[in-house]
């Protein structure tokens, strides 16, 4: 029930195009669900964050979508850029309590 | 925003020594820490939560023993792997966060090399 499912594994867009990496989640209790990038050899950076009292929250470029009722919350890049390779983790907590994170999403934008 | 820094960035040590890690919340107060492992192309793995003042609290299958972890401020938490061997070899992630509305914010890591 902690688990929380990242999908794709990697992630190829050309530059301009949208990046799209969705998760699902089983803990009904889970309050929070934020995104992290981490770059290779750095540590993950909080990118945007949302809570289900909302159902979609935008940051510049990225936007995250969130359904409660199927569980499942995603982060769009739009316009996507070559500075965007790095790997996004989804990650969800209830108030509290640790991180539960996703496996992690190789996103590669092609110039 | 909230700014976590780690020290060393990279430490290399030889089998059998100890080696310190540092994680410091710069500027704000973090009541809790948190120490991840992280594994080439793989996610984070939770070693441990550390709140300030108390014993820190181990995963299953963590050596307490091992790693061993110091809070003993708002703005700084200390990760000990003891008598290291190269299987530690690792990159490791602190995280501090900020009151219990769940953000955290993370360090930029050490790697460690046991050679």
């Known amino acids: 029930q902690q688990q929380v499912k990242q999908s794709p594994q990697s992630l190829i867009v050309q530059k301009g195009g949208i990046s799209i990496i969705n998760c699902a989640y089983e803990n009904t209790a889970f309050d929070y669900f934020p995104w992290y990038q981490q770059f290779p050899g750095k540590g993950p950076a909080l990118l945007i964050a949302?809570?289900?009292?909302?159902s979609e929250k935008k940051e510049g470029r990225f936007t995250i979508s969130f359904n409660k009722s199927a569980k499942q919350f995603s982060l769009h890049i739009m316009d996507s850029q070559p500075g965007d390779s790095a790997t996004y983790f989804c990650?969800?907590?209830?108030?509290?309590?640790?991180?539960?994170f996703g496996e992690g999403t190789q996103l590669t934008v092609n110039p | 925003g909230a700014v976590v820094s780690q020290h060393p960035s990279r430490v290399i040590c030889k089998s059998g020594t100890s080696v310190k890690i540092e994680c410091r919340s710069l500027?704000?107060?973090?009541?809790?820490m948190f120490w991840y492992r992280q594994f080439p192309k793989q996610s984070l793995m939770l070693m441990a939560t550390?709140?300030?003042?108390?014993?820190?609290?181990?995963e299953q299958g963590v050596e307490k023993d091992k790693f061993l972890i110091n809070h003993a401020s708002l703005t700084l938490s200390t990760l000990t792997v003891t008598s290291a061997h190269p299987e530690d070899s690792s990159f490791y992630i602190c995280?501090?966060?900020?009151?219990?509305?769940?953000?955290?914010?993370f360090g930029p890591g050490t790697r460690l090399t046991v050679l």
């Open positions: 500027d704000f107060q973090a009541t809790t």
């Open positions: 550390s709140n300030e003042g108390s014993k820190a609290t181990y």
């Open positions: 995280s501090a966060r900020l009151h219990s509305y769940n953000e955290q914010f």
């Open positions: 949302i809570r289900p009292d909302v």
């Open positions: 990650a969800a907590s209830s108030r509290g309590s640790r991180l539960t």
